[in-house]
């Protein structure tokens, strides 16, 4: 299929065309063309080359299309011509790489595989050294070049997303064109590293409509592109100072579609990765641009039923704000509360967690904010019939700094902590989670005795008025029960029953 493509479009010349079919031999034969041995020849230029460059032109000639084998033939190496003429080999080479292969079939264009991968190996090592500044020619060729080797559309993902807050033990997706993806990845990097580049040219052309369409390749399956992506996102994120709101609002849109429309994505874990370096750089005081991409974006994150595949990288985000702006710590409890999960045991032990991590940011102002229905919600979970549950809620109160929270807001937390580590002594199933609450009861009766048995006796006082209660509600549904079976409603009592007729139906009948 490759050939008769290349029969239809136009050579350079007759001549080119007389060499074409020796060359294409030659490498039949051989796999790549010859390169030792041969004598210095001037050319009609005036440029001392290798004989090897007639070679390999006629070799490029007959697996590449004219229009690819430019004025310089790409197939040489950029050690083996003049400086002079290294910019338009790289701007060959480039045009070479734009040739996109199948690569679903492993025997398929072998050779020209090959070649366009010993391009690029050539053009990685070339923009590591950095011998010259980047004209603008050059930073076209090679954004169109990165353009059409990595933006494509990937296939409709197919896998059932219905698992639970953990990450799901499903097969992981490799891309078979990874070979060349890597090495234009790894170009991608070191071009946008390299100090040839200049950030006022380049930003023309890394403008938002690429970086949009890079942002969309986050969504890939392979874990091996999106851990490139994101290093390449960082850096550009670093570079590019003017693309830093776009970039910002960006994401923000794709956890927006995310968690209100989509409910998947391969990427969220690679971007929070990414934006907790940049959150880490955020000067102070803080925008309201950045307080309202913690309140619009990152706390509703902790809504989608996948948390647990990005949460690591959420709380690390979450922290990273309150560390910067500890006011912050209140409104972030108070939006962990909101999204709570009531029926997903798994993510409520996730979100204990978290909840742990925050609190070891929060000063004790802060945390009076929202004291009541924090620990009202801790109770709950401690009372939890889930033994994982009740365990991490009670496995809080090792932590030092949650205790000595704890012990300054003790005359709001007692009360609401002490009756549900009571009612899991009576009645809890489970035998750690007894042990941790004989535990906790013991370090609350030592942070103050007095308040301990009066919230003792007002609890055991109000177990007594809801037992009675209870009593006498069964009672008195006892006496019901006794009252219906000597006197059953529909014994042989005649009933009227009238039936409900709509107004329209009347009417008409009228």
């Known amino acids: 299929m490759w050939k008769q493509f290349l029969g239809k479009l136009p050579r350079k010349s007759s001549k080119s065309d007389?060499?074409?079919?020796?060359?294409?031999?030659?490498?039949?034969?051989?796999?790549?063309?010859?390169?030792?041995?041969?004598?210095?020849?001037?050319?009609?230029?005036?440029?001392?080359?290798?004989?090897?460059?007639?070679?390999?032109k006629?070799?490029?000639?007959?697996?590449?299309?004219?229009?690819?084998?430019?004025?310089?033939?790409?197939?040489?190496?950029?050690?083996?011509?003049p400086n002079s003429e290294k910019h338009n080999l790289f701007i060959s080479k480039m045009k070479l790489c734009c040739v996109v292969f199948d690569f679903?079939?492993?025997?398929?264009?072998?050779?020209?595989?090959?070649?366009?991968r010993q391009a690029l190996l050539d053009l990685v090592?070339?923009?590591?050294?950095?011998?010259?500044k980047f004209t603008e020619p050059m930073i076209s060729a090679s954004c169109k070049m990165f353009a059409i080797n990595l933006f494509r559309t990937f296939p409709p993902n197919t896998r059932s997303s219905a698992g639970g807050g953990e990450a799901e033990e499903e097969e992981l997706m490799f891309d078979p064109a990874w070979s060349h993806l890597q090495l234009v990845y790894d170009l991608l990097l070191k071009f946008i590293e390299s100090s040839s580049l200049d950030a006022k040219i380049g930003k023309k052309y890394v403008d938002h409509s690429f970086i949009a369409r890079l942002l969309e390749l986050f969504d890939s399956e392979d874990p091996r592109e999106k851990d490139c992506l994101k290093t390449i996102l960082h850096r550009i994120y670093g570079k590019f100072m003017v693309h830093r709101p776009f970039i910002r609002k960006a994401v923000s849109n794709i956890f927006y579609r995310f968690v209100s429309e989509t409910d998947r994505h391969n990427g969220i874990a690679e971007l929070l990765e990414v934006f907790g370096s940049v959150i880490s750089g955020f000067a102070l005081p803080l925008k309201?641009?950045?307080?309202?991409?913690?309140?619009?974006?990152?706390?509703?994150?902790?809504?989608?039923?996948t948390l647990g595949v990005y949460l690591q990288q959420l709380t690390y985000c979450v922290t990273q704000f309150i560390e910067k702006e500890p006011m912050l710590a209140s409104s972030v409890i108070k939006g962990l509360l909101r999204y709570w999960p009531v029926t997903n045991s798994q993510k409520e032990v996730m979100f204990l967690s978290e909840l742990e991590e925050v609190l070891e940011s929060t000063s004790p102002a802060e945390l009076q904010k929202c004291v009541i229905p924090l620990f009202r919600r801790i109770g709950f979970c401690i009372n939890s019939s889930h033994f994982q549950v009740a365990e991490r809620a009670l496995l809080m109160w090792n932590n030092d700094h949650v205790a000595s929270l704890a012990s300054?807001?003790?005359?709001?937390?007692?009360?609401?902590?002490?009756?549900?580590?009571?009612?899991?002594?009576?009645?809890?199933?489970?035998?750690?989670?007894?042990?941790?609450?004989?535990?906790?009861?013991?370090?609350?009766?030592?942070?103050?005795?007095?308040?301990?048995?009066?919230?003792?006796e007002k609890f055991e006082g109000e177990e007594e008025k809801r037992v009675a209660t209870e009593e006498k509600r069964r009672m008195i549904w006892e006496r019901l029960e006794t009252t219906a079976a000597f006197q059953p409603v529909a014994s042989n009592t005649a009933v009227l029953v009238i039936p409900a007729i709509t107004p329209p139906i009347a009417a008409v009948l009228s």
């Not at 060359?23 to 004989?51: C, D, E, F, K, Y």
């Not at 990152?298 to 989608?304: C, F, N, Q, Y």
């Open 125 to 132: 090592d070339y923009v590591d050294a950095g011998t010259s």
């Open 408 to 456: 300054q807001n003790q005359q709001a937390i007692m009360p609401l902590i002490l009756p549900a580590l009571e009612r899991n002594i009576r009645s809890h199933w489970n035998q750690a989670v007894l042990n941790l609450t004989e535990n906790v009861k013991k370090m609350l009766c030592e942070m103050n005795e007095e308040l301990f048995t009066a919230c003792k």
């Open 288 to 305: 309201e641009e950045h307080k309202i991409f913690l309140w619009r974006a990152l706390i509703p994150l902790h809504k989608p039923k």
């Open 104 to 116: 679903s079939d492993p025997n398929k264009n072998c050779a020209e595989k090959d070649m366009k």
């Open 18 to 56: 007389a060499s074409s079919g020796s060359a294409h031999s030659h490498l039949s034969n051989n796999g790549t063309a010859s390169a030792n041995g041969n004598p210095i020849q001037r050319t009609s230029s005036g440029n001392v080359v290798s004989s090897r460059s007639a070679t390999v």
């Open 58 to 81: 006629r070799t490029a000639s007959a697996i590449f299309p004219s229009s690819v084998v430019t004025s310089i033939e790409p197939l040489l190496l950029f050690k083996d011509v």
